[in-house]
């Protein structure tokens, strides 16, 4: 009786142990990819489009046309393309429809007004997509800005040079200040090793961006172009990664 007394607790011990077991089982989390802007159904102006994307689960890595490895890779950016997702095959569209990177955004040059579609897959090292794919979408009306490409008659814009670094979290100047109206070209200098980007707003509630410059990991530099509001006054520009603590105004005169 003793006996089988013992090999029920034994038995009973080994069930709970397993439900242990089950319970403490870690939960892979799937990888996710978001659209964050610009949103589903949303406007923008045409000209330059910044499709900016949040990634999670997944490790985003410099490694374009190398062999697979399991959790890391990176981002195809499409445009008006339908998303290729047949496994094993490499997810390319059509030249000038798709773009390869490990940045969290891409810049769509001269975007013209329309509908469009914006897209975005997590790919492996070798360009194929995951096993279930993962992608996100928005469609997006792309309008006309007449009030800032309409220039006067015989008036030439003037044009201006800007450099501008982030390092340490921080903007080396709180304040830029240009003519109205002139055709700005800012050499960015990112010195971290985080990413950063510059964005300029009518005001710092950041609702009306008048320009939205790609987010780049440094240490890296770029060169952002775009013409400042005709309209003098103060402006607001922004870190959009880091938005209350890389911040400054830009002076319009």
């Given at each position: 009786m003793r006996k089988l007394h013992s090999k029920h607790a034994w038995i009973a011990t080994l069930l709970l142990m397993a ?27 045409a000209g330059n489009v910044t499709v900016m994307v949040e990634v999670n689960d997944f490790e985003l890595v410099n490694k ?163 013409d400042a509001p005709e309209e003098p006054g103060t402006y607001f520009f922004r870190c959009d990664i880091h938005p209350r ?9």
């Open positions: 439900a242990l077991a089950v319970f403490v089982l870690p939960v892979c989390a799937a990888p996710m990819i978001k659209i964050l802007e610009p949103t589903d159904s949303s406007n923008v102006s374009l046309g190398q062999d697979s490895v399991a959790g890391e890779g990176h981002i195809h950016y499409y445009m008006d393309a339908a998303v290729p997702t047949a496994p094993g095959e490499p997810a390319i569209t059509a030249s000038g429809t798709y773009v390869p990177t490990e940045n969290t955004s891409y810049t769509w040059q001269n975007v013209s007004a329309g509908m469009h579609n914006f897209s975005v897959q997590l790919v492996n090292n070798d360009h194929t997509p995951l096993e279930p794919p993962v992608l996100s979408q928005n469609n997006v009306e792309v309008m006309d800005n007449m009030s800032s490409a309409v220039v006067a008659e015989n008036v030439t814009a003037e044009s201006v040079t800007v450099d501008l670094a982030a390092q340490s979290i921080r903007f080396n100047k709180s304040t830029i200040t240009v003519p109205a109206g002139a055709h700005v070209t800012m050499n960015f200098d990112n010195q971290d090793t985080v990413p950063h980007n510059f964005a300029l707003y009518e005001t710092s509630q950041a609702q009306n961006v008048i320009f939205k410059g790609e987010v780049i990991t440094g240490p890296r530099t770029i060169v952002y172009t775009f603590t890389m911040t400054g105004q830009f002076i319009v005169e």
